[in-house]
């Protein structure tokens, strides 16, 4: 991704959605040759964090404001295969009790999936778009992000972040707990700020024993605060300077009002949030001891895009997240790439009659290398331990969606059948990972004796979701037999004929 090309690449058109807490942003842009070429660029302040009520959901409100701009977003979306698109949601959708009813409300209007990330992962997405903005500077850097509901803050080099935290601060969630009678004092700013403070200390020491030598910041706030210091005259808008944002707070509590804040540089529908976003700004300054920060132009929604060109090849980060996971857990290596070759091997025999997607074919795979990370915790139900690690670990480059769906593979790759989701195959939430864990299952089951050559020589067949599996005449054995009997016993009792020759 990062290296020259000989020949010229084929131009992708690309688009990333990024859901933030304050505001919604689209960026449609060509690809080509490790460069992005902006086609359309818009955003929207949606304030879904002020949108939350006392119960932690949505107001109608605020989901109307969400559907309205993910409308007038569409049409920018029509020329982009869906394969070179994703939509993701932060900080507010996160932490709603009812963020999976807007999502279902906008994916049916836009038509495609929408994927919350965790904050770590939000964190590695901001360096990645920063990065590549900054891709001429060397050396390491300090990012900061602050967004709507959190605040994002990285250490990196080149393209590798080495310290990546997401921090519950952000300048919509502080309005409401600092600002809430719109009221800005000497007082309330410095409450703010210890706030701020207090978040940015489980980190502090770290990250100022990993130190850098470049401070940069991105996105709304400091773009923000940087183009109000150039307006007033005390810098220019691609650097702040320490002194000159003190005179930028000096003057923020001198409007003594949210709704009287009004400043060049400082777009109206920004105003009133700019002031707790500057406190957390003024908390990072002083956590970290900075005299000059930065502003660069690349954030989440860049990051989405660059990290969309690097899937399904080498430098998918999620495979190194599974390549790590194995190690962290002693995997035995040779056993799981034996059950992973077979599974893989029906997989591609079956991929047109089930319309099967290279995606799928991915997480089998992945789900195969990880179905015994378990055994690190106890034998005993280990494939449910395995699921939990996989589900609540920090996994990089995976969503949450993406985590849950790998996590439920490897949950139900033995025994019985998750009872749940096993009422209703068809009509299961998972049903797209049905006929992936039923291939992932028989080839657990093909290698139950641990022999050290993979069994990739069955033949698979289907009739629909009947499954048929022919075992070569030379790797048939009685304990394989019964334990292809005791797999189709599970697969009839949730309404699934597996039969095979042995």
Known sequence: MHGKSTAK???????????GSNSFHLLVANYQDGRLQ???????????????????????????????????????????????????????????????????????????????????????LIYLGTAHALAEVHGRRLIVDIGGGSTELIIGEDFEPQALESLHMGCVAYTGTFFADSNITEK???????????????????????GWQDPIGSSGTIKAAAAVIAASGDGDASVIERNALLK??????GFGQLDKVAMEGLKEDRARVFPAGVAILCAVFEAFDLERMRYSDGALREGVL????????????????????MHRYSVDVGHADNVARCALAAFDQLQTAWQMSDEQRLFLYWAAQLHEIGLAISHSQFHRHGAYLIEHSDLTGFSRPEQQSL????????????????????????????????????????????????????????????????????????????????????????????????
């Open 248 to 253: 930028l707070r000096k003057r923020l509590i």
């Open 188 to 210: 309330r700013f410095r409450r703010a700020e210890m706030a701020a403070l207090s978040e940015i200390a489980n980190i502090q020491r770290q990250y100022r024993r990993l």
């Open 306 to 325: 660059f990290d969309l060109v690097g899937r399904d090849t080498p430098e998918d980060s999620r495979r190194h997240s599974v390549e790590s996971m």
């Open 9 to 19: 690449e084929a131009t992708r058109r690309l688009a990333a959605i990024d859901l």
């Open 38 to 124: 902006v086609v359309a660029k818009m955003g929207e302040k949606v304030q879904l964090a002020a949108g939350l009520d006392a119960d932690e959901n949505f107001t109608p409100d605020a989901m109307a404001r969400a559907l309205a701009c993910l409308e007038r977003f569409a049409p920018f979306l029509e020329d982009v295969d869906a394969d070179d698109m994703r939509i993701v949601g932060t900080n507010a959708l996160r932490a709603a009790r009812n963020a999976d009813e807007l999502i279902r409300r906008a994916q049916a209007s836009i038509g495609h999936a929408i994927e919350i990330i965790g904050g770590r992962e939000e964190a590695r």
């Open 407 to 502: 996590a439920f593979l490897v949950r139900a790759h033995r025994r019985k059948f998750p009872q749940k989701e096993s009422e209703t195959p068809a009509n299961s939430k998972h049903c797209e990972d049905w006929r992936l864990i039923r291939l992932l299952r028989v080839a657990v089951c093909l290698h139950h004796s641990r022999s050290e050559r993979a069994l990739d020589d069955a033949v698979f067949h289907a009739d629909g979701d009947a499954l048929h599996v022919e075992i070569p005449a030379a790797r048939r054995h009685p304990l394989l037999f019964n334990d292809l009997e005791q797999e189709a016993a599970y697969q009839r009792a949730v309404g699934l004929k597996l039969t095979f020759d042995v």
